[in-house]
């Protein structure tokens, strides 16, 4: 089995020997998540090979690739739909078993998938609170959910909404997207998974998704964000971790990175001016 670096940044650091890929070497304690050796298959297909990956806190990594390369099967498996064939996962240095969506919401991890899952008949409220209402003497406590629905809205520095009780079929499509992660980090999420969250949105809507991440990151939340968008990627992302047929190929710090390697990356798995991941050393 051909040998990969113990270390998956990019930068340079005095480690021990190569670990074989697919070890699961205890991550450092200064991230929020470590995915180790995790790998996924369904039958014959092995759509993630041997992913070690580390999210920190307070941090926008963009995870990009061509379509099928694993970018979503990697972050459902975070989240709880799929668990990982093998592999580990570790929440601020603990191991953690997560298998359902239940369980990545216990530690914090909220997604927002590219459709957002949002009701158009109803309003920005009730959204929110959506199969978690908050009640007082048997009776929904409307008063407490918009109050706390505004202030969400007000920390996240949304201040397009005219009101919090406009139906949300009525909004763009930058609003739609702040309502939806408003809603995930409501629930006092770290990490918030975005899925595609500027596709098929306008220039001023895709800046105003993109001050929200922004913001995100600026609050201490972690941020996993999936983009085909590299001009996107370039604007918010703190780190880049790179797909290729199932296999995590680079990952590191945003300044390792321009947009010609990028784009090798993702359509070949490497590029002269990044070094890979799976670069055996002699």
């Given at each position: ?37 995790i790998t996924k298959s369904f039958g014959a297909v092995q759509a993630l090979q041997h992913v070690d990956l580390d999210i920190p806190a307070g941090q926008v990594t963009a ?220």
């Open positions: 089995m051909e040998a990969t670096p113990e270390n998956n940044d990019l930068t340079s650091s005095p480690q021990g020997p190569s670990e074989p890929a697919g070890s699961e070497v205890a991550p450092s304690t200064d991230v929020l998540l470590s995915l180790r050796g995870l990009i690739g061509d379509n099928g390369a694993g970018k979503s099967t990697l972050i459902k498996t975070i989240a709880g739909i799929w668990a990982p064939t093998s592999g580990s996962m570790y929440w601020e240095g603990q191991e953690v078993h997560i298998h359902t969506p239940r369980d990545a919401t216990h530690y914090g991890i909220a997604t927002v998938y590219q459709d957002l899952a949002l009701c158009d008949n109803l309003d920005i409220v009730q959204n929110m609170y959506l199969g978690r209402e908050e009640t007082k003497m048997a009776l929904l406590d409307e008063i407490t959910m918009e109050l706390v629905t505004t202030q969400t809205l007000k920390d996240l520095a949304v201040s397009s909404v005219k009101s919090v009780r406009q139906v949300v079929g009525s909004l763009s499509g930058g609003q739609r997207q702040a309502v939806a992660v408003a809603r995930a980090v409501m629930s006092e999420s770290r990490l918030v998974i975005l899925d595609e969250p500027t596709a098929a949105l306008g220039v001023s809507q895709t800046a105003q998704v993109l001050e929200l991440i922004r913001t995100l990151s600026s609050r201490g939340i972690a941020v996993i964000v999936i983009s085909h968008n590299l001009n996107d990627v370039f604007s918010v992302a703190d780190r880049i971790a790179v797909m290729y047929l199932g296999t995590l190929v680079s990952h590191g710090p945003i300044a390792n990175y321009d947009r010609n390697s990028a784009v090798e990356m993702i359509t070949t798995g490497r590029s002269d001016r990044v070094p890979s991941l799976h670069t055996s050393s002699n």
